[in-house]
Each structure stands twice: as C-alpha cells, then as structure tokens.
C-alpha cells in the first residue's frame, strides 16, 4: 500500500466533482480528483450536453419541416442517425478535450480508478490511499427504475436511449419529468409517435400548473399523445416489440419504451456509512453548509437531497471549495438555482410557484400575473407560443417567475437575479427591454405588476 497527501481529495469528476476541485486549485489547494470513467461524469457524456445536441437536430428538423411557410425552399427528407450521433459524440468530444486540459493547466492530481471512503478520511483506490484533511464526496446519481421493469432490449434509460441507432415508429416514455418530456420533444420531431405515462396529474408536475398546462397545449397541438394520472403496471416484451399495460386497463403497443422515472443516488458500495456517513433513502444527509456526519468529509450534487442539475452541483462544489478555503460563501438555495427543460417548448423557472407562494405567505398576500407570448413580436416571428408568469408579494418582491416558450430558457437569468436579489417589479420597470427581444415579454410582466402594463391591459 502506498499512502499519499493532499490538501483535499475529491471523489468523482462530474459537474460537482470537477467543480469543487478547480475552485480548490485556484484557492491554492493541493487537489487530487478521483474518477473511475471520465472526467465531466453524467452531464458531459450521458446527460444535458448530449440531449442539447439532440434537442437541437430536432429544432433542425423542425425548422426544415417548417421552411415553406415563411418562403424558404427546403425539404425535410429524414434523420440520419449516424450522423446525429457523430455531430453529438464531437461536441462531447471537445468539451471533454476542454475540460482534461483545464484540469491538468491547474495542476489538479487526476487519479483514474475506483475509489472508496474511509475514516481518515481518505479515498482507497485500489491499493492506494488518498488521505486529505478535506474529502469531497461527488459521485453522482444513476436512472431508476420501476419494480418489474428490467432495463434491457427494448426497456430503455435515458443512457440506452441516447446510444439508440435507430429512429423508431413508436415510444412509450414513463415518466412526465424533464428528462421524458425532452426525450418525448426529441423523438416527435424526428417524426416518432410518442405516448408520455405520468403517474401526476400534469407533465413536469413540479413546475407551475400554469406551465404545465401550458406545456401539455403545446404538446397535444404537435402530436404528442400523454396519459395523466396513470401508473405504469407491467411491459411485455416481444422480438419486434413492448405492449406497455396501464393500471386502469390500457395497454400501448410501442418498439421501445423509456423508464425515466427519476434518478436515485450513488451511494451504496463505495464505504461510506462505514466511515461514518449517514444516508437518507440513500441521499447523504448534510448539514446547511454540506458538511456530512463524518468530520472533514462534505458532499455536493446529485446525491445531496434537492434539485438534481449540474449548475446547483457546479454551485455546490465552488461553495464547499470556499468554505475550506475560509471565505464563508453564500449558499444558493434550491428554490434560487434556475430550472429549465429543454423542449420544444421551453419551460423555463425559478423562485417560488404561486401555489407555493401562496402557501408560504398566504393566499392573499400574493399577486401573479400572466403574459402570454401572442402580444411579443419576436416570439411571434420565431412561431413559438407561450407564457411569462411572475409571482410577487403584494406589494412586495419579486418570488417566482415561470416561463414557457421555444428560447425562454435563455430568459431565466433576468428572472434569476430579480428573484435572488428580492426585487419588487417597481424597481425592473424602469430597465429597457431591447425590442424586438423574447426579454420584452419580462419586462412587459415586470410593468404590469408595477401599474403600468404597456403591451397590454
Ligand atoms: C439525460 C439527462 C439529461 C440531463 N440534462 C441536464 C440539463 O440539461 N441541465 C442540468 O443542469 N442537468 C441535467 N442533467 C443532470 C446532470 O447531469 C446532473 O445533475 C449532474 O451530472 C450531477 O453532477 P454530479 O457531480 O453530482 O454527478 P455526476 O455528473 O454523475 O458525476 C459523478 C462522477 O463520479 C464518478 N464516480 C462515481 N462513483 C465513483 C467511485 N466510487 N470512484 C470514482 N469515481 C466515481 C462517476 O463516474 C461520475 O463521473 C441531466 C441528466 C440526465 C441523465
């Protein structure tokens, strides 16, 4: 056995991995990263970059579709998979070329193997020790599934879905989340018939019902079938094909389904509850500042209870890196780290939903007010539909906003700031909104909350 040093060990080299131990570099710490696959970890490789990519040859497709009716001669012939696959396996690529660079520019260790906690604390690898007076624990979440669903064949995660090789007639997506709902927005574009299953009354039943609903008008109108408050009960599997069996009877006939049911954390077999670390429903428990139960061991991302996105994990790792380092940062709540799934439509929030405004503050201290994308001219111009809804105290901050539309994810960081910073819609109405810009449709909310609605009543 050897035994080595450093100021901190990081285990796992995903977003929040990755994240915690740049910030360390920079703060001057001494950093080895430990990862078992590759740098980048689920959102780099299996997760937000390459389902873009995907999103984004859906968008191409679409748009090609759509091409005659605003006079530009164009055809939609087909999707070549192959080629989707290399143009989204290159902008990996070089995001993942980027990031070893980045990495190894701040003199960050980079220990490629398994690793498992111990008192100490210090990372084993093999028959290597890592032993740091910080350890890190970032390693990460894994598709879930349902009881009597096994993966495999036609029973598809989101990883198998993303390595499909081919365009299939029809999918059953279990699953209403952000992660059924891009995959859904995906395969229709590439001209699939899609049945979404969610056991919810609504699709991204997290959201506002407002954009839920929203969401399902828009879906229903590009032929995107769901079925709402329905269990998933059993999937046979057939050489050509699943009958998926609902429990009120139903039964849907697909060449593949997609169980994105949710993703649990990857905590088990890697010691930590040996080392003293306590799990909840496998979560790791942390205190407001991620400290674990163990002492000197914290953990960020995915596997801390909350918001599985890798920006709250790149958020999560730079706060712990400071708080070792002794800079006493802010910590982000969840309910401030923006929320944005990208299908066609967009949903994009932050902040609180009126119902949980009104929840919190009670019911009649809280205002909403809806605008909808018919009165922008830019949304107007790119055809997409859609909503802005902000939710304020009465005469009070700015709590919540909840966007709906092709782009609107791009908005949210104008929301973002109006929420975090606790503005009231009186101090963002004297701000200029560039015309003709999708942003008009905040400020046009923004005024209306203040008094003085100008593009509308
Ligand atoms: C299909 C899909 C789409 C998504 N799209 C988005 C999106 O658009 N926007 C967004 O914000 N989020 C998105 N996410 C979520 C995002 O990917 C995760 O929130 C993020 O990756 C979590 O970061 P993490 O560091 O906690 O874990 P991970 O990124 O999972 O990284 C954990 C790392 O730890 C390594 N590891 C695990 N155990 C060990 C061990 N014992 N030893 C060594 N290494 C280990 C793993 O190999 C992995 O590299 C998506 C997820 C999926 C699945």
């Known amino acids: 056995m050897t035994e080595y040093r450093a100021d901190v060990v990081v285990l796992g080299g995903g977003s929040g991995g990755y994240a915690a131990a740049l910030r360390l570099a920079e703060l001057g710490k001494d950093v080895v990263l430990v990862e078992k696959d590759k740098l980048g970890g689920t959102c780099l490789h299996r997760g937000c970059i390459p389902t873009k990519a995907l999103l984004h040859a859906a968008e191409v497709a679409d748009a090609a579709r759509g091409a005659a009716e605003i006079g530009v001669r164009a055809s939609f012939d087909g999707i070549d998979p192959a080629r989707v696959r290399s143009y989204r396996e290159g902008i990996v690529a070089k995001k993942f070329k980027g990031l070893e660079g980045l990495i190894s520019a701040r003199g960050i260790r980079v220990v490629r193997g398994e690793g498992t906690l111990e008192a100490g604390p210090a990372v084993r690898v093999g028959d290597d020790v890592y032993r740091g007076t910080d350890v890190i624990l970032a390693t990460g979440s894994y598709s879930?599934?349902?009881?009597?669903?096994?993966?495999?064949?036609?029973?598809?995660?989101?990883?198998?879905?993303?390595?499909?090789?081919?365009?299939?007639?029809?999918?059953?997506?279990?699953?209403?989340?952000?992660?059924?709902?891009?995959?859904?927005?995906?395969?229709?574009?590439?001209?699939?018939?899609?049945?979404?299953?969610?056991?919810?009354?609504?699709?991204?039943?997290?959201?506002?019902?407002?954009?839920?609903?929203?969401?399902?008008?828009?879906?229903?109108?590009?032929?995107?079938?769901?079925?709402?408050?329905?269990?998933?009960?059993?999937?046979?599997?057939?050489?050509?094909?699943?009958?998926?069996?609902?429990?009120?009877?139903?039964?849907?006939?697909?060449?593949?389904?997609?169980?994105?049911?949710?993703?649990?954390?990857?905590?088990?077999?890697?010691?930590?509850?040996?080392?003293?670390?306590?799990?909840?429903?496998?979560?790791?428990?942390?205190?407001?500042?991620?400290?674990?139960?163990?002492?000197h061991v914290w953990a960020v991302g995915d596997i801390v209870v909350g918001l599985q996105l890798a920006h709250r994990g790149f958020q999560q790792g730079i706060f712990v890196a400071e708080e070792i380092g002794g800079l006493a940062p802010v910590l982000v709540p969840d309910v401030d780290v923006p929320r944005v799934a990208y299908s066609h439509p967009e949903v994009a929030s932050v902040g609180l939903t009126e119902a949980q405004a009104q929840e919190r503050f009670g019911s009649d201290s809280v205002q909403a007010y809806e605008y909808n994308l018919a009165g922008n001219g830019r949304s107007e111009i790119i055809g997409t539909s859609g909503i802005v809804k902000i939710v304020r105290r009465v005469d009070g901050p700015i709590v919540g906003a909840h966007l709906v539309g092709d782009r609107v994810g791009e908005l949210i960081t104008e929301a973002q700031l109006a929420v975090g910073w606790e503005a009231h819609p009186e101090d963002i109405a004297p701000f200029v909104h560039a015309h003709p810009t999708q942003s008009e449709a905040l400020g046009e909310a923004f005024l209306a909350l203040a008094g003085k609605p100008l593009h509308a009543l």
């Open 144 to 295: 879930r599934s349902l009881p009597g669903l096994e993966i495999g064949g036609r029973i598809l995660t989101s990883e198998q879905a993303l390595d499909l090789e081919v365009v299939p007639d029809r999918v059953v997506v279990l699953g209403g989340g952000v992660i059924g709902v891009e995959f859904a927005s995906v395969w229709r574009s590439f001209g699939v018939e899609v049945t979404i299953v969610e056991a919810l009354p609504h699709l991204l039943p997290a959201e506002d019902v407002s954009s839920s609903k929203a969401l399902e008008r828009a879906f229903r109108k590009r032929g995107i079938a769901f079925q709402l408050g329905r269990r998933f009960s059993s999937v046979a599997e057939r050489a050509d094909g699943v009958t998926v069996s609902l429990d009120d009877g139903t039964t849907l006939e697909a060449d593949y389904v997609l169980v994105a049911v949710g993703r649990g954390p990857a905590t088990s077999g890697m010691g930590f509850e040996e080392a003293g670390i306590r799990l909840e429903r496998g979560f790791v428990s942390t205190d407001e500042r991620l400290r674990t139960t163990a002492a």
